[in-house]
């Protein structure tokens, strides 16, 4: 079983929609939760992180974690077609170092 | 501007051939990575280093060499011994400590064979 599962899409949307992108890991030792936005050819920029369980809202996006289930959510209101990217969520905290662990990441199109 | 660069965009490599791959960062990060991205697989974790003249193995270190010899510049070796090179190749920094979240990623090189 991998570490971190994550469903790799393509996932197709008219612009304006909500996208759900999840993740779910198998260590609950883990603390920190990211999504990277990572655009074609190019390397991931950070677009979200939390630390704990709950809800964290930034703009149109909100990041959604909850450890009892070990399943993270990244939410995309009114998707743009700049939007269209790889969304890949990581996990990490859990050794002596800063490692994180990666989902396969999510490929998404918004289309107008 | 402060940031990675990472050199060359794109890299060719013939059989039994040794290449390097250029990181630097101007960040004053203590810690910088090295992953290697394959489709459908996500960021695997090569090599990584948290301080200067030190460096782990990650998950996936053979076939691979790095050196950490300045704080700014973490090149990463692909050897002859890697029989499967062609990948997108990223590097990382971290201000390190608790600072997840200030992890940087540069822009990739990526690695073909001939």
């Known amino acids: 079983q991998k570490e971190v599962e994550q469903d790799p899409g393509p996932l197709s949307v008219p612009e304006g929609a909500i996208v759900s992108l999840n993740c779910t890991y198998s260590?609950?030792?883990?603390?920190?939760f990211m999504w990277y936005r990572q655009y074609s050819r190019k390397g991931p920029e950070l677009l979200m992180y939390?630390?704990?369980?709950g809800n964290k809202e930034d703009g149109r996006f909100t990041a959604q974690v909850d450890k009892s289930s070990k399943y993270i959510s990244l939410f995309i209101r009114d998707s743009q077609p700049s939007d269209s990217a790889t969304y890949l969520c990581?996990?990490?905290?859990?050794?002596?170092?800063?490692?994180?662990?990666f989902g396969a990441g999510t490929r998404l199109a918004v289309h107008p | 501007d402060g940031g990675i660069t990472q050199s060359p965009k794109y890299l060719f490599r013939k059989e039994g051939q040794n290449v390097t791959l250029s990181c630097e960062q101007n960040?004053?990060?203590?810690?910088m990575y090295w992953y290697r991205q394959d489709p459908g697989q996500g960021l695997r974790l090569i090599y990584y280093?948290?301080?200067?003249?030190?460096?782990q193995k990650g998950d996936i270190a053979e076939g691979y060499s790095v050196s950490r010899e300045k704080k700014e510049s973490f090149p990463l070796t692909v050897t002859s011994a890697q029989k499967n090179p062609t990948a997108f190749y990223l590097c990382?920094?971290?201000?390190?400590?608790?600072?997840?979240?200030?992890?940087?990623f540069g822009p990739g090189t990526r690695l073909l064979v001939l």
């Open positions: 960040l004053n990060h203590d810690a």
């Open positions: 990581a996990v990490g905290g859990s050794g002596g170092y800063n490692k994180l662990i």
């Open positions: 280093s948290q301080i200067v003249n030190d460096f």
């Open positions: 939390t630390y704990s369980s």
């Open positions: 260590n609950s030792a883990f603390q920190y």
């Open positions: 990382a920094s971290t201000s390190g400590g608790l600072g997840l979240e200030t992890q940087y």
